[in-house]
């Protein structure tokens, strides 16, 4: 079973940045998809970063240039955010999903996921 915990939320000021963590556990398929989404209040979620087995990497058009998705080799990924802005505050969830080794695999950022984490809360103000 895979389980995913992030960390690294809080408050920060417009411009400023924040790291987020996810840590994965029982994630031991070859083939998967990671990845990074959030959720404003009355709002559908979005996917924000994608990193794949294949280590593609996709950003939703919003962060890019902002965010950088990246993964350890211990399959735990990161989302460093810069250059935050308010219309980043949002509850962000990391994700995954695997695949069997025959199976067709898109890594985009919006791709389905699988398994979620629990969320961290992100505040920028300006």
């Known amino acids: 079973q ?3 915990v ?25 083939r998967y998809c990671m990845g990074w989404f ?4 009355g709002k559908e979620r979005e996917g924000v970063a994608a990193v794949g087995s294949d280590r593609s990497i996709s950003y939703a058009d919003s962060v ?39 199976s067709v695999l898109v890594c985009s950022s919006s791709f389905r996921p699988s398994y979620w984490g629990q969320g961290t809360q992100v505040t920028v103000s300006s």
Not at 8 to 15: L, R
Not at 18 to 27: D, F, I, K
Not at 38 to 41: A, E, N, Y
Not at 73 to 78: L, P, R, T, V
Request: proline residues 4%.
């Open 2 to 4: 895979v389980q995913l």
């Open 64 to 102: 890019q240039g902002r965010f950088t998705i990246s993964q350890d080799n211990a399959k735990n990924m990161y989302l460093q955010m810069d250059d935050l802005k308010p219309e980043d505050t949002a509850i962000y969830y990391c994700a995954a999903l695997t695949v069997q080794p025959w």
């Open 38 to 41: 959030r959720q404003v209040p």
């Open 6 to 30: 992030e960390s690294g939320g809080g408050s920060v000021q417009s411009g400023g940045s924040l790291r987020l963590s996810c840590t994965a556990s029982g994630l031991t398929h070859s």
